[in-house]
T-cell receptor
Framework: GAVVSQHPSWVICKSGTSVKIECRSL??????MFWYRQFPKQSLMLMAT?????????EQGVEKDKFLINHASLTLSTLTVTSAHPEDSSFYIC????????????FGDGTRLSIL | AQSVAQPEDQVNVAEGNPLTVKCTYS??????LFWYVQYPNRGLQFLLK??????LVKGSYGFEAEFNKSQTSFHLKKPSALVSDSALYFC???????????FGSGTRLLVRP
């Protein structure tokens, strides 16, 4: 079945550091990828929609200068948390969908980000 | 606006008993409904979906869900629960034009031995 790989799975870094998270579709071309944020014991909040070759579409309230998204190829999207601060600590999850498909989105295993 | 509600934060059931995790939805147009499961520190795994057709949808790991248009519900069910089913379950509705998923708040299922 379709697999989405997310890397790293866990990162701890100092406040002020920028952190890049990768999301790869391993066996299909993903024209659209989604980035979610999940707080402890809460639901997933959609942050942005990433389309290959174009600018990401951010949800209301999400700072696009803080959360930089790049979808450089049909199999890779990256989320960079710039100048991260403790309040950016969270669980970040990506998902990917195939173009022209009613197949469900496939999710990565998430990245646990902890900012000290 | 489209939305999904999961009225129960937690559902407790004994192993071997049937389980139900509730979900209601509000959409304009035809609903595209999904159930996902999340284990600790993992992403979401797809269980089943309703797009059109039979109201009873069968999915992975013995789960099924019943679409009820008049009650705008899409409850997840399993005839006999396993301890390994203990996890966080999310109902979601897809926004038709953009493929975005709107998730419910999640329901924690605890199956006791």
């Amino acid at each position: 079945g379709a697999v989405v790989s997310q890397h790293p799975s866990w990162v701890i870094c100092k406040s002020g550091t920028s952190v890049k998270i990768e999301c790869r579709s391993l066996d299909f071309q993903a024209t659209t990828m989604f980035w979610y944020r999940q707080f402890p014991k809460q639901s997933l909040m959609l942050m942005a929609t990433s389309n290959e070759g174009s600018k990401a579409t951010y949800e209301q309230g999400v700072e696009k200068d803080k959360f930089l998204i790049n979808h450089a190829s049909l199999t890779l999207s990256t989320l960079t948390v710039t100048s991260a601060h403790p309040e950016d600590s969270s669980f970040y999850i990506c998902s990917a969908r195939m173009e022209y498909s009613n197949q469900p989105q496939h999710f990565g295993d998430g990245t646990r980000l902890s900012i000290l | 606006a489209q939305s999904v509600a999961q009225p129960e934060d937690q559902v407790n059931v004994a192993e071997g008993n049937p389980l139900t995790v509730k979900c209601t939805y509000s959409v304009s147009g035809n609903p595209y409904l999904f159930w996902y499961v999340q284990y600790p520190n993992r992403g979401l795994q797809f269980l089943l979906k309703y797009i059109t057709g039979d109201n009873l949808v069968k999915g992975s790991y013995g789960f099924e869900a019943e679409f009820n248009k008049s009650q705008t519900s899409f409850h997840l069910k399993k005839p006999s629960a396993l301890v390994s089913d203990s996890a966080l379950y999310f109902c979601a509705v897809r926004m038709d034009s953009s493929y975005k998923l709107i998730f419910g708040s999640g329901t924690r299922l605890l199956v006791r031995p």
